[in-house]
Every structure is written in C-alpha cells, then in structure tokens.
C-alpha cells in the first residue's frame, strides 16, 4: 500500500515546517508495515504552537469573543469535514492501534461529529450571563468565560473519539487548543487537521503537535497554558497533577480502571453475551474503563467461569479491518509483552487459566494475543488489582450480594464497572454502592449527556454531559452599584 507521509505540522491554521528533522514513523499492529510517518516536534515546535492558540484566544475580536452561534456555524462545518473523512479515520485507527474497524467506524468515524453538535448546542440554548439581585442593595452580572489556551494530551486507545471529548467542549467554549496526540496514533490526526483546514477554523484555534513523553511534559508545563486536559496512564496522571498543583493551573484527568462486573445470582449472563463481551473485551482490552474483574456468586462460579471461557474461545482473532474480527492486534510490541508478562505472573500466582495465554497460531506478523480467562484467583492477585490493558479477564467468587459490593469496591482505581441481573431495579441498587464514577446495568456505554470520570486514582474531574464543558469556562462577576438615591 501507499505509505501515509506528512511533511508538516498543523499550527496556526496552516501547514508549518518543523524546527526539526526527527519523525514519527507509525506500523501497522496487525502486520508490522511502516504505514507512514509525521514530523515530531519539537520545543520550539510547541511554543509556536502555544504563541498562536494563545494569540488567537487573546485577540480582543477572536474566536474566544465570538457569539456561541458564530462558534457553532464554524464548529458545524468541522463536523461536516469530519464526517466526510470518517471512513478513512476509522481505517487509520485500526491498521495504527488494531481497533477492529466496526468499532472504529462508531467511535472514531461518527462520535467527534456528535460531541462537537452536542456542545454547540449546549452553548447557544444556555445563557453565558445572568443577573443577580444582591442582598446588600446593589445587583451582580455573573458570567461563565472560557478558561484559555488548553492543553490536550490523548492517549492511542481511541484517539479521536477521546481527543473530542477535550475539543468539542473547549472550542465551543471559546478555548484555543494544542493537542498532543500519542505517538502511536498520529496519521489519524493529521486526518483532523485537514478537516479543520477544510472547515475554516480560524488561525491559532486548534494545533496539533506530535511528541514523545518529554514533548508532553514540557506542554504541561508551558507558561502559556491556562489548562491541561489528559488522558492517560494513572504513573502520568499524577505527574501531571504535581505540575499542575505547583503551576496553580486547573487540570482533568481520566486515568486508568481495574472495574468490577458484578454477576447477581439471578442474572442470565448467557442471554446478554454481546453486552458483556462489549463491557469487558471491548477494542482487544484497550479502554480503561472495562470490566475486567469479573465477580461471580459462588452457588454458579463454575457455570460462570464455563460461560465466559466458552465465549471468549469464539472471538474471532483476526485482521482489524475484517468486519468479523472481534480481536484485533495489541497497539504495539512494547503493549503485547507487557501484557504477556501479566498473564506469566497470573500463573505463577496459582490461577488456572481456561482459555487463550497464547500467541495465536498462523499470526507469524503483527501483535496478535488470544484474550484470556483466569479463574480459581482471589480479588488480592497481581492480575486482579493492577491495569493490563489488554484482554484479560479475572473471573473471583463471591459468597453474597455484600461481599461483592466490598470485592468491586476494594480497587484503588474507580472508573467504570457493571452490575448483571433479571431484576434492573436490584441492580440499580447494587449500582449505587458501588464506588466508582460510572456503573452500566446489563451493558456499557457512555452516552453524551452524562458525566464520565472516576474517583480514587482513576482521576480527577468529568469529561461528557454539561459537566464536560464547566472546566473549560471560568466564572465572572461584575458587581453593579445599587441605583442613585
């Protein structure tokens, strides 16, 4: 195929050339090709990228002044280029991080559209100012103003639908944006930037800048940046929440999950198979917030362990542009040994495990991994308490409803989790003492409107739902004096 190869950056609204000669170059993971390559960037790089966001957000008639309707006009014919593009970043995605194409076809190809409608729309039927009567005689104006130049730093796993949870809310704020993406993931948002072109984003509104871990640090760092805006990694994440809480700047931070799936004794696991897979396997393991601590009741442990076992030997392993596939390949080399060295000490830990463990026959290329079960283990086991990422599942028995709300909530992560049974209202209440940011009843899925986040080290703020775009505004008030006389 014809290599993907992009000479420059996007900063200022243009194409730039890089300060420097280094490059990116990116691999498929489901046969290890060089699929392509993008300028990395440099130090010099990122400053020109902050001056111009920070130019156009302080330009007293840009994009930050601009009436929410203006801002949406702009923001709707972004999302019409994004949605032109789609099939072509859906196909990126997964030949870069091995996301199976009918997954990429909904989260990377059609989502960014929606978030950025969803929050134009947040922002023309609210009012960004109101009038307060005070109570020592005078009145106050009280409005909410963007909060900056944002800093936006995503991880590989779902880079486009990830990226737009920063971006939709940040610019129909009025923010201006430099976005990091992961060096795994480039070629998809070089794909944005050219729709950003296309849509006529003013000057300065969005840059993208691709880089290492030390690119990013120095990102975070920058005296230019108003707010950081990560996902990633809990070791990052807290790095990150240091520099912030030095420098005073205001951060989110969606971080990593072990999260729980609680099977009630009454629940037909059997019946739900597709939810479940998609709530624990989804994307080969590669999103933090599946449920890959499985908790099944005693009395139907076995049955349990049976019924997963059966349905994770049934996943088809396979190329990720094969709408069949249901497993694609890991990100990377780096990403399938790592797991592998998690499978290892799961057995060395005394874990039987039932199916996969393996390199799959007939994949001499590409980082393909069978997904794994492991049973017979406790909620105390290295492959329960710590994020794999990748597809490995930990299946722990419990005795009742009591002991698998304390099993789900003894994690020191709280992002995501589920709860399984016949009766929704049961669940709902077993839902509720569970200690984590979001919890799905008999499925998974994060729908715009609602907050997203967790609590504990899966990090700090929300990202989705009105919520989502509060940490891109500030409050003002003007205090008005009461009238003469």
Same mark, same amino acid.
């Given at each position: 195929m014809t290599t993907i190869e992009y000479p420059q950056l996007y900063i200022g609204g243009?194409?730039?050339?890089?300060?420097?000669?280094?490059?990116?170059?990116?691999?498929?993971?489901?046969?290890?090709?060089?699929?392509?390559?993008?300028?990395?960037?440099?130090?010099?790089?990122?400053?020109a990228a902050v001056g111009s966001a920070r130019s156009a957000f302080d330009d007293p008639d840009g994009w930050s002044t601009w009436e929410p309707k203006e801002r949406a006009e702009v923001l709707e014919r972004f999302a019409t280029e994004l949605e032109a593009r789609g099939e072509e970043t859906a196909r990126r995605v997964s030949m870069q991080n091995g996301m199976p194409i009918w997954m990429a076809q909904q989260f990377e190809a059609g989502f960014p559209a929606l978030l950025l409608r969803y929050y134009s729309d947040l922002m023309t039927s609210a009012a960004v100012e109101e009038t307060?009567?005070?109570?020592?005689?005078?009145?106050?104006?009280?409005?909410?103003?963007?909060?900056?130049?944002?800093?936006?730093?995503?991880?590989?796993?779902?880079?486009?639908?990830?990226?737009?949870?920063?971006?939709?809310?940040?610019?129909?704020?009025?923010?201006?944006?430099?976005?990091?993406?992961?060096?795994?993931?480039? /070629?998809?948002?070089?794909?944005?930037?050219?729709?950003?072109?296309?849509a006529g984003l003013p000057e300065g509104v969005l840059n993208i800048v691709p880089g290492g871990r030390d690119i990013g640090e120095y990102l975070v760092e920058h005296p230019g940046i108003d707010k950081v805006s990560f996902t990633g990694s809990t070791i990052a994440g807290r790095w990150?929440?240091?520099?912030?809480?030095?420098?005073?700047?205001?951060?989110?931070?969606?971080?990593?999950?072990?999260?729980?799936?609680?099977?009630?004794?009454?629940?037909? /696991?059997?019946?739900?198979?597709?939810?479940?897979?998609?709530?624990?396997?989804?994307?080969?393991?590669?999103?933090?917030?599946?449920?890959?601590?499985? /908790?099944?009741?005693?009395?139907?442990?076995?049955?349990?362990?049976?019924?997963?076992?059966?349905?994770?030997?049934? /996943?088809?392993?396979?190329?990720?542009?094969?709408?069949?596939?249901?497993?694609?390949?890991?990100?990377?080399?780096?990403?399938?040994?790592?797991?592998?060295g998690?499978?290892?000490?799961?057995?060395?830990?005394?874990?039987?495990?039932?199916?996969?463990?393996?390199?799959?026959?007939?994949?001499?290329?590409?980082?393909?991994?069978?997904?794994?079960?492991?049973?017979?283990?406790?909620?105390?086991?290295?492959?329960s308490r710590e994020e794999i990422f990748g597809p490995v599942l930990s299946v722990i028995p419990y005795t009742d409803e009591r002991e698998a709300i304390s099993i789900a909530n003894d994690s020191d992560y709280g992002l995501g989790g589920t709860v399984w049974s016949a009766d929704a209202d049961r669940a709902v209440k077993v839902a509720r003492r569970v200690r984590s940011g979001t919890v799905g009843v008999n499925h998974y899925l994060n729908d715009p409107v609602a907050p997203f986040g967790g609590i504990k080290q899966s990090g700090i703020g929300r990202e989705l739902g009105p919520e989502g775009l509060h940490p891109f505004q500030v409050f003002k008030t003007v205090y008005l004096p009461p009238p003469a006389g």
């Open positions: 243009d194409w730039t050339a890089p300060t420097g000669s280094d490059r990116i170059e990116v691999r498929c993971a489901a046969n290890e090709d060089r699929i392509g390559s993008v300028p990395r960037a440099s130090r010099v790089d990122i400053d307060r009567p005070g109570m020592l005689g005078g009145t106050t104006l009280v409005s909410r103003q963007p909060v900056g130049v944002v800093a936006a730093i995503v991880p590989w796993n779902v880079p486009q639908g990830i990226s737009f949870l920063k971006l939709g809310p940040a610019l129909a704020a009025g923010c201006t944006v430099v976005l990091k993406p992961a060096e795994e993931t480039v /070629l998809d948002a070089f794909l944005m930037a050219e729709a950003a072109a296309a990150i929440a240091e520099a912030c809480g030095r420098l005073l700047r205001p951060v989110t931070l969606e971080l990593g999950g072990k999260s729980a799936a609680i099977i009630l004794d009454d629940a037909d /696991l059997a019946g739900c198979l597709e939810q479940f897979f998609a709530a624990t396997m989804l994307n080969n393991g590669q999103v933090c917030y599946l449920s890959t601590r499985v /908790l099944a009741p005693r009395n139907r442990y076995n049955e349990i362990v049976d019924t997963i076992t059966d349905l994770v030997r049934t /996943l088809k392993i396979g190329d990720p542009l094969d709408p069949e596939t249901k497993i694609g390949p890991l990100v990377s080399a780096r990403q399938r040994e790592r797991v592998e998690y499978i290892a000490k799961g057995q060395s830990e005394g874990a039987r495990m039932t199916t996969g463990g393996s390199r799959p026959k007939g994949f001499d290329r590409g980082w393909f991994l069978e997904p794994t079960v492991f049973a017979d283990l406790d909620n105390n086991a290295t492959v």
